[in-house]
C-alpha cells in the first residue's frame, strides 16, 4: 500500500538555522507529493508540491526536490524563523485513486531565538 | 473567493451518540473529502464525495456516512460514538477535472471530543 515516513519530532531549532525534515514514501505508481504546515489550533496549509520526478517546489523560502530514486521529499529552507514553528506533513496524492492525500505522522518544528 | 469553512470548531458528545459535523466547500469546487486526525497523528482519509456520491473511502467502519448536497457542501454523519472517535475533522474541497484533483484546500476543522 501507499505509505509515508517522517522524521519524528520535535525538532528545535535556533533562529537562521537551517533546516531538513525527512520524507520518504512507498506508493504504486506514481505519485504527487505535498508538504504541508498547521499551525497551532489551525487546520492544513498546503507549503509547496512538485507533481513528477525532479520537480522542485518551493514556496517562503521552502523547498523540496521529488526523487524518484530514493523515493524522498525532504523539506528544506537555508534559514528558519520563530515564526515557521508549527507542524509538517509529508503527503502523496495518486491520479486516478480519488486523488486522496496519505499523510505522514508529522514533524512538530520548535524555532527559538 | 471564500476558502472552506466547518461547523462547529469544537463539539462534546458523549459516548453513543450521533453526531453530524458540516462543510461549505470553496467556490468553484466540486469534491469535498474528509479526514480525521487523532491527536499527535497525521490525518486519515475517511471519504471523498463528488456529484452527491461517495467517491472512495478510507479504513472506517459504515458508522461514518456523509453527504454532499447541490451546492457542493457536505456532511460528515458518525453515529453510536466511541471514545476512540475524539479527533479533529478536517473537510477539503477540490475541483476534480477527470481523473486529477485541483486546488485541494483544508478547512480549519472541528475538534469533536467524546466523553
Known amino acids: 500500500g501507499n505509505s509515508v515516513t517522517q522524521m519524528e519530532g520535535p525538532v528545535t531549532l535556533s533562529e537562521e538555522a537551517f533546516l531538513t525534515i525527512n520524507c520518504t514514501y512507498t506508493?504504486?505508481?506514481?505519485?504527487?507529493l505535498f508538504w504541508y504546515v498547521q499551525y497551532p489550533g489551525e487546520g492544513l496549509q498546503l507549503l509547496l508540491k512538485a507533481t513528477k520526478a525532479d520537480d522542485k517546489g518551493s514556496n517562503k523560502g521552502f523547498e523540496a526536490t521529488y526523487r524518484k530514486e530514493t523515493t524522498s521529499f525532504h523539506l528544506e529552507k537555508g534559514s528558519v524563523q520563530v515564526s515557521d514553528s508549527a507542524v509538517y506533513f509529508c503527503a502523496l496524492g495518486l491520479t486516478g485513486g480519488g486523488n486522496k492525500l496519505t499523510f505522514g505522522t508529522g514533524t512538530q518544528l520548535k524555532v527559538e531565538l | 473567493e471564500t476558502g472552506v469553512t466547518q461547523s462547529p470548531t469544537h463539539l462534546i458528545k458523549t459516548r453513543g451518540q450521533q453526531v453530524t459535523l458540516r462543510c461549505s466547500s470553496q467556490s468553484g469546487h466540486n469534491t469535498v473529502s474528509w479526514y480525521q486526525q487523532a491527536l499527535g497523528q497525521g490525518p486519515q482519509f475517511i471519504f471523498q464525495y463528488y456529484r452527491e456520491e461517495e467517491n472512495g473511502r478510507g479504513n472506517f467502519p459504515p458508522r461514518f456516512s456523509g453527504l454532499q448536497f447541490p451546492n457542493y457542501s457536505s456532511e460528515l454523519n458518525v453515529n453510536a460514538l466511541e471514545l476512540d472517535d475524539s479527533a479533529l475533522y478536517l473537510c477539503a474541497s477540490s475541483l476534480k477535472e477527470g481523473n486529477y484533483n485541483y486546488g485541494y484546500t483544508f478547512g480549519s476543522g472541528t475538534r469533536l471530543t467524546v466523553v
Open positions: 506508493a504504486t505508481g506514481y505519485p504527487s
